[in-house]
Protein backbone atom coordinates (compact mmCIF):
# COMPACT_ATOMS: atom_id res chain seq x y z
CA UNK A 1 0.00 0.00 0.00
CA UNK A 2 1.09 3.80 -0.85
CA UNK A 3 0.01 6.45 1.26
CA UNK A 4 2.04 9.65 1.88
CA UNK A 5 -0.12 10.90 5.06
CA UNK A 6 0.40 9.03 7.91
CA UNK A 7 -3.06 8.93 9.28
CA UNK A 8 -4.59 7.78 6.21
CA UNK A 9 -2.29 4.85 6.24
CA UNK A 10 -2.31 3.76 9.48
CA UNK A 11 -6.38 4.12 9.01
CA UNK A 12 -6.17 1.79 5.93
CA UNK A 13 -3.77 -0.68 7.36
CA UNK A 14 -6.09 -0.94 10.60
CA UNK A 15 -9.37 -1.33 8.32
CA UNK A 16 -7.68 -4.73 5.67
CA UNK A 17 -5.59 -6.08 8.59
CA UNK A 18 -8.61 -6.33 10.55
CA UNK A 19 -10.59 -7.66 7.44
CA UNK A 20 -8.00 -10.20 7.04
CA UNK A 21 -5.54 -9.02 4.67
CA UNK A 22 -1.86 -9.09 4.98
CA UNK A 23 -0.17 -5.54 4.20
CA UNK A 24 3.31 -3.87 2.62
CA UNK A 25 3.09 -0.87 4.03
CA UNK A 26 2.07 1.87 4.27
CA UNK A 27 4.98 3.27 2.12
CA UNK A 28 4.98 6.74 1.49
CA UNK A 29 6.97 7.51 -1.42
CA UNK A 30 7.14 5.63 -5.32
CA UNK A 31 11.31 5.54 -5.23
CA UNK A 32 10.49 3.02 -1.89
CA UNK A 33 7.47 1.00 -3.19
CA UNK A 34 9.58 0.84 -6.96
CA UNK A 35 12.33 -0.83 -4.31
CA UNK A 36 9.60 -2.78 -2.90
CA UNK A 37 8.59 -4.27 -5.46
CA UNK A 38 11.53 -5.50 -7.48
CA UNK A 39 11.59 -7.87 -4.61
CA UNK A 40 8.32 -8.74 -3.82
CA UNK A 41 4.80 -9.48 -5.68
CA UNK A 42 1.76 -8.11 -3.96
CA UNK A 43 -1.81 -9.49 -4.99
CA UNK A 44 -3.25 -6.12 -5.16
CA UNK A 45 -1.90 -2.75 -4.53
CA UNK A 46 -3.71 0.32 -2.99
CA UNK A 47 -2.37 3.33 -3.98
CA UNK A 48 -2.53 6.89 -4.05
CA UNK A 49 -1.91 9.09 -6.86
CA UNK A 50 0.38 11.72 -5.27
CA UNK A 51 3.09 10.51 -2.66
CA UNK A 52 5.82 12.26 -1.53
CA UNK A 53 8.57 12.33 -4.34
CA UNK A 54 5.69 13.11 -6.66
CA UNK A 55 3.31 10.89 -9.27
CA UNK A 56 2.69 7.41 -8.87
CA UNK A 57 3.61 7.13 -12.21
CA UNK A 58 6.54 4.65 -12.54
CA UNK A 59 4.36 2.64 -10.08
CA UNK A 60 1.17 2.07 -12.07
CA UNK A 61 3.33 1.16 -15.19
CA UNK A 62 5.51 -1.43 -13.05
CA UNK A 63 2.17 -2.54 -11.72
CA UNK A 64 0.56 -2.62 -15.14
CA UNK A 65 3.72 -4.18 -16.75
CA UNK A 66 3.81 -7.30 -14.03
CA UNK A 67 -0.21 -7.28 -14.63
CA UNK A 68 -0.79 -6.59 -10.65
CA UNK A 69 -4.26 -5.24 -9.67
CA UNK A 70 -4.49 -1.83 -8.58
CA UNK A 71 -7.08 0.16 -6.35
CA UNK A 72 -6.69 3.77 -6.51
CA UNK A 73 -7.46 5.63 -3.30
CA UNK A 74 -7.05 9.18 -3.47
CA UNK A 75 -7.89 12.75 -2.44
CA UNK A 76 -7.67 13.90 -6.33
CA UNK A 77 -10.35 13.03 -8.46
CA UNK A 78 -9.68 10.59 -11.28
CA UNK A 79 -9.48 13.44 -13.90
CA UNK A 80 -7.15 15.01 -11.77
CA UNK A 81 -4.10 12.56 -12.49
CA UNK A 82 -0.94 12.89 -14.26
CA UNK A 83 -1.71 9.93 -16.50
CA UNK A 84 -4.36 7.92 -18.17
CA UNK A 85 -6.07 6.26 -15.13
CA UNK A 86 -9.44 5.77 -17.24
CA UNK A 87 -9.27 1.96 -16.62
CA UNK A 88 -8.32 1.67 -12.77
CA UNK A 89 -11.11 1.36 -9.88
CA UNK A 90 -10.84 4.53 -8.07
CA UNK A 91 -12.00 5.67 -4.79
CA UNK A 92 -12.22 9.05 -3.79
CA UNK A 93 -11.05 9.94 0.16
CA UNK A 94 -12.39 9.97 2.28
CA UNK A 95 -14.31 6.67 1.24
CA UNK A 96 -16.64 4.41 4.26
CA UNK A 97 -14.31 1.19 5.10
CA UNK A 98 -17.01 -0.84 3.52
CA UNK A 99 -16.62 0.69 0.37
CA UNK A 100 -13.06 -0.02 0.11
CA UNK A 101 -12.96 -3.72 1.15
CA UNK A 102 -16.05 -4.03 -1.13
CA UNK A 103 -13.50 -2.61 -4.04
CA UNK A 104 -10.81 -4.60 -3.84
CA UNK A 105 -12.09 -7.95 -3.16
CA UNK A 106 -13.90 -7.11 -6.04
CA UNK A 107 -10.67 -6.32 -7.54
CA UNK A 108 -8.82 -9.53 -5.97
CA UNK A 109 -11.98 -12.03 -7.45
CA UNK A 110 -12.98 -12.31 -3.90
CA UNK A 111 -16.76 -12.08 -2.40
CA UNK A 112 -15.87 -9.22 0.13
CA UNK A 113 -16.41 -7.99 3.53
Known amino acids: ?10 DLTDILEAA ?20 N ?5 VLDVVLKDGSCTEIVR ?10 IY ?12 SDAKWLEKPAAHHDILTA ?5 GTSGS
Open 1 to 10: MTEDDAIVGF
Open 20 to 39: GYRIAGPVNSSAKALDWLRA
Open 41 to 45: VPDAV
Open 62 to 71: ELRRRQIPFL
Open 74 to 85: SGRRQHQADLDL
Open 104 to 108: LACLL
